[in-house]
């Protein structure tokens, strides 16, 4: 399967401040997606980033909070602005080569927010 | 919405033992994709095994398979002769069919917490 890199690892940030999280992955991917993790929680999907186009957001997140890059096949950035204390997760990006492949995922951004 | 559900926060196995995970979803599809991953303290995300909805047979991974009740809408992970190794987080997670537009993403269920006892 494809090598996907995040980075930051992680990061403590002020709150009020933006962070710009990059995924790196080593083939082309046909699609790239961004989830959240919540302390103790489970895996959600924040949206589907699609090459050349504007990503896809699921039910309660917004542009304007979390903007998607993805201008290329192998690689794709999520911004979380304006942090709150709320924003302290690990932000995980995966992959997949089509819908009938499994995705697999970075090692995740922890991000803290004082 | 789909929803996947776990009802067992937390397993506790003995080493060398069998111990099977539980996980329900609900859905109106009947073509999907089924999903377990595997997550240890190092926080990376790994797949253990999927299931398409339109095969019948359960899918088996060396020490992992599968029982896929599609009627029932129950898809449980059975893990034998359990290893140290195996202790992490384990996640049931749902992919329905591709709708376009390009949403494709997967929904996970709260988790179980597996502990291997030595």
């Known amino acids: 399967s494809a090598v996907i890199s995040q980075k930051p690892s992680r990061d403590i940030c002020q709150r009020g401040t933006s962070l710009t999280i990059q995924c790196q992955v080593d083939?082309?991917?046909?699609?790239m997606f961004w989830y959240r993790q919540q302390p103790g929680q489970s895996l959600t999907l924040i949206a589907t980033?699609?090459?050349?186009?504007?990503?896809?957001?699921e039910s309660g997140f917004v542009i304007d909070k979390f903007p998607i890059s993805r201008p290329n096949l192998t690689f794709s950035t999520l911004t979380v602005s304006n942090m709150s204390p709320e924003d302290s997760s690990i932000y995980l990006c995966?992959?997949?080569?089509?819908?009938?492949?499994?995705?697999?995922f970075g090692d995740g951004t922890r991000l803290s927010i004082l | 919405a789909q929803t996947v559900t776990q009802s067992q926060p937390e397993m506790s196995v003995q080493e060398a033992e069998t111990v099977t995970l539980s996980c329900t979803y609900d859905?109106?599809?009947?073509?999907?994709?089924l999903f377990w991953y595997k997550q240890p303290p190092s926080r990376q995300m790994i797949l253990v095994i999927r299931?398409?909805?339109?095969?019948?047979q359960n899918a088996t991974e060396n020490r992992f398979s599968v029982n896929f009740q599609k009627a029932a809408k129950s898809f449980s992970l059975k893990i034998s002769d359990s290893q140290l190794g195996d202790a992490a987080m384990y996640f049931c997670a749902y992919r329905g069919p591709y709708s376009g537009g390009g949403a494709d993403g997967l929904t996970f269920g709260k988790g179980t917490h597996l502990i291997i006892q030595p």
């Open positions: 995966s992959v997949g080569q089509g819908h009938n492949q499994p995705q697999h």
């Open positions: 859905t109106s599809e009947s073509d999907y994709y």
């Open positions: 980033a699609n090459q050349g186009s504007e990503a896809t957001y």
């Open positions: 083939s082309q991917v046909t699609m």
């Open positions: 299931q398409e909805a339109y095969k019948q």
